[in-house]
């Protein structure tokens, strides 16, 4: 079962790379799932803008400091998701709400989670 919060490595049009689950877990047992790329690349840059969330190296199984963008948004299909490697981490509820909340600000919108 593929749960929000979890980090999984996924083959991306970015290649291989982290990518944290944000679709609910019912929409996750079908064939697709949605989740945001997570990089390692201009971490002090991105790390403050309103659209990305920083996380740590040593949080949530990430070794680098790195940011989820939300502007990275996107379908994967879960045969994408490297399984067999298993969950890299799960993102904390607070993260999550982070996380919400950069994807509302990249659409323009105060989301706020339940």
């Known amino acids: 079962m593929i749960r929000p919060g979890e980090i999984y490595l996924a083959d991306s ?5 982290p990518a944290v689950i944000v ?6 047992r ?12 201009h971490f ?5 803008l309103p659209h990305c969330v920083p ?3 040593g949080e949530f199984g990430l070794t680098k400091d790195c940011v989820a963008q939300a502007e990275t948004i996107t379908f994967l299909e879960a045969s994408e998701l490297d399984l067999d ?11 999550m ?3 919400i909340r950069a994807v509302g600000n990249m659409m323009g919108s105060d989301c706020e989670p339940l």
């Open 23 to 28: 679709s609910r877990e019912e929409l996750n």
């Open 30 to 41: 079908g064939r697709w799932v949605v989740a945001v790329l997570i990089t390692s690349a």
């Open 85 to 95: 490697a298993g969950v890299l981490g799960v993102v904390d509820e607070s993260r």
């Open 44 to 48: 002090p840059t991105r790390s403050v």
């Open 55 to 57: 996380l740590r190296a």
């Open 13 to 17: 049009d970015a290649g291989k790379r």
């Open 97 to 99: 709400r982070d996380l």
